[in-house]
């Protein structure tokens, strides 16, 4: 997937007076040896609400709108509101951290695979005459490389893949971000964009104002808004071109885009500057002489 969101920003390069390029990689999952597992719980209250519950935290990336709609994928439903996606202990559904950009990943196996025996039940009954019934889903990864065994080595069992363009004006301030992802099969596009386009404004943040000053160890301020964190006015264009190149063992091919929205940023940004002045920039934030 690295070469078609390379290939995904190729006229803008070619088009733009002063840009720099940057290329990210993200694993999904915690991988290295570690057991990875994901359960899921379908309980069918009545023919107009059907519970889903799963381990994942909802923090704003979407993971209970996926939820739904890959559950309406697997049984046909035509309408997502009739399934309420819960997360509670009392379900006892695993999923471990809400990190590694695996929420999707993992998850989305899980309710397929609770999702054959409710299919087959479908085939002979409604879901009024289903009312009662628990349908649980599992996933599991225990085939990742433990650091230092022996053989071949897989880390991870997939990864993402980004090219950022970071395209600057005439006066050396960023005017432009195209930020070409390969999430595989994506979902739910509108949630991939904006997951992306929050990314770049971190990222650039990161390279650009954000500081952090201490002081005998005690930060100098506790303000968020005197630490250079971006605010709207300060945000660019930003471009967001989804890929998609298949992942073999992702669900629909789907892969993770979390944290990888924000890897390449700061180093495009980087880039950018030193096509425009020449200068190497070896601190954070960077600045225009």
Known sequence: GLKE??????DEYYGAQTAGLACGI?????????????????EIKSEGHIVLQHGWTEMGQGVDTVAQQILCEEIDIEDPGIIEVKVSTESKARAGMTTASRATFQMGHAIIDAAKSFKKD???KGLAELSGKVYTGHWRCDWTTRLGDPGDVLTHYSYGYATHLVILDDAGKVDCVV????????????????????AVVMGLGYALSEELPMENGQLKTKRYGKMGIPRIKHVPDIVVKMVEVKDPLGPYGAKGVGEIGNI???????????????????ELPMKLK
């Open 264 to 282: 390449p940023t700061a180093a495009a940004v980087a880039n950018a500057l030193y096509q425009y002045d020449q200068i190497v920039r070896y």
């Open 5 to 10: 969101t390379l290939l995904a920003v190729r």
């Open 179 to 198: 930020a070409a992802h390969d999430g595989g099969r994506i979902i739910n596009p509108t949630l991939f964009e904006s997951q992306i386009e929050g």
């Open 122 to 124: 479908l085939k002979t």
């Open 26 to 42: 993200k694993n999904c999952g915690i991988g290295n040896g570690m057991v990875e597992e994901c359960d899921v719980k379908i």
